[in-house]
């Protein structure tokens, strides 16, 4: 997979641009503040239709405008497709070879994955930011993932409203009949998808990890039973609890990703340098996931290479991605823009670039 191309006009602080990329490494130098990261989250953008440091695009938008628009030239399996990506008052525009598209039919013609220190909430966060994690993961090996996915949350949604509904006296229990047999076969299939997902990263955290240190993902699902008809008996088991709460208490929105290193909870018994460690290692398998399944490796967003890694790891990573994949690394300190001595290099100014090889 190849982006060689993009223009970009109007997002955040950057000024309008077109950029030639090298198939290997491409680095963006400059001070915090610049416009390093933005040129790296257009990228994830055009990719992904959504950004990773927002859940709202009108925040990209640069300062006294009301749209942004990113166009790439994308290779992938020898196929070349453009893709163009504009956001206007709410309103997402996509386009594949000036066709617009619907978001499934956009989704997959470029896949990008981020590597960031923003990440480290997959390891010290919320139990949701592991749940993202997996199925970002899972989409990107399959799109028919993003159905069933947006049918649990459509499922869940009904089911919550009716139970407020029940507990305010203005339904009756019996609704909730309809709508088991549909929530756990949705609930269901989504915990399996996750948990064979866990079990796939399990088989390549050893190839790809970023330390000695020995990882190990559990998938733990807040309801233990696999089969539909035991599933319904337990919620009917806990009816009481649901229905005084307002909400489903048992399901893959509550269920988590245990972390082991060296069999202990990485959250508690981690150091700091063993948790970034483990970010990388996570986000490099699922790469190695995507590579076994598509043959080819998705482009690499590495945000602040340099940030909180001392230069022997830092070379360890570029050596593994080295001749591999296409990157995208950006970096405050010129001892490292002087390490890496192929690919392209620009110096990120005020939201402005300069090509500097």
């Not at 066709?99 to 960031?116: F, M, R």
């Not at 499922?155 to 029940?166: A, D, E, S």
């Not at 790469?287 to 080819?296: A, G, M, P, Q």
């Given at each position: 997979m190849f982006l060689g191309s993009m223009k970009v006009d109007s997002f955040r602080n950057l000024n309008t641009a077109e950029l030639q990329f090298d198939s290997g490494f491409n680095i963006f130098f400059g001070n915090n503040g610049q416009g390093k990261t933005n040129l790296l989250e257009a990228i994830y953008v055009l990719a992904n239709t959504k950004s990773f440091?927002?859940?709202h695009l009108?925040?990209?938008?640069?300062?006294?405008?009301?749209?942004f628009w990113i166009h790439g030239n994308v290779e992938k399996k020898s196929l070349r497709r453009s893709l163009l990506l504009s956001w206007q008052a709410g309103d997402r525009e996509l386009r594949v070879n000036e066709?617009?598209?619907?978001?499934?039919?956009?989704?997959?013609?470029?896949?990008?994955?981020?590597?960031?220190f923003d990440?480290?909430?997959?390891?010290?966060?919320a139990p949701e930011q592991r749940?993202?994690?997996l199925d970002r993961g899972i989409a990107q090996l399959k799109k028919t993932y993003l159905y069933s996915l947006a049918e649990f949350h459509?499922?869940?949604?009904?089911?919550?409203?009716?139970?407020?509904?029940?507990?305010?006296?203005s339904a009756p229990v019996s609704d909730l009949e309809v709508w088991e047999p549909i929530y756990a076969d949705r609930a269901l299939f989504v915990s399996a998808e996750r948990e064979r997902y866990v079990e796939e990263l399990n088989r390549t955290l050893h190839q790809v990890r970023f330390s000695s240190d020995a990882l190990l993902l559990r998938y733990v699902r807040s309801a233990k039973e696999l089969e539909p008809s035991a599933f319904r008996e337990a919620l009917a088991s806990i009816r009481g609890k649901e229905i005084h709460r307002g909400r489903s208490l048992k399901g893959p929105h509550r269920d988590d990703v245990e972390i082991l290193i060296d069999e202990r909870p990485i959250q508690s018994f981690g150091s700091g340098g063993q948790q970034r460690s483990a970010v990388f290692s996570l986000l490099l398998s699922a790469?190695?996931?995507?590579?076994?399944?598509?043959?080819?490796y998705p482009i690499l967003l590495i945000d602040d290479v340099d940030a909180e890694l001392d230069i022997e790891r830092l070379q360890g990573l570029l050596d593994r991605l080295g001749g591999q994949r296409q990157a995208f690394l950006s970096t405050a300190k010129e001892n490292v823009l002087g390490s890496i001595d192929y690919g392209k290099k620009w110096?990120?100014?005020a939201g402005s670039l300069v090509q500097l090889s």
């Open positions: 440091r927002t859940h009108r925040e990209c938008v640069r300062y006294q405008k009301d749209r066709k617009t598209e619907s978001i499934l039919g956009y989704l997959g013609n470029l896949d990008a994955l981020v590597i960031s990440q480290l909430p997959i390891v010290r966060g749940r993202r994690f459509h499922v869940l949604q009904q089911r919550n409203h009716l139970l407020v509904h029940i507990r305010d006296g790469t190695h996931l995507y590579f076994v399944e598509n043959k080819e110096e990120v100014r």
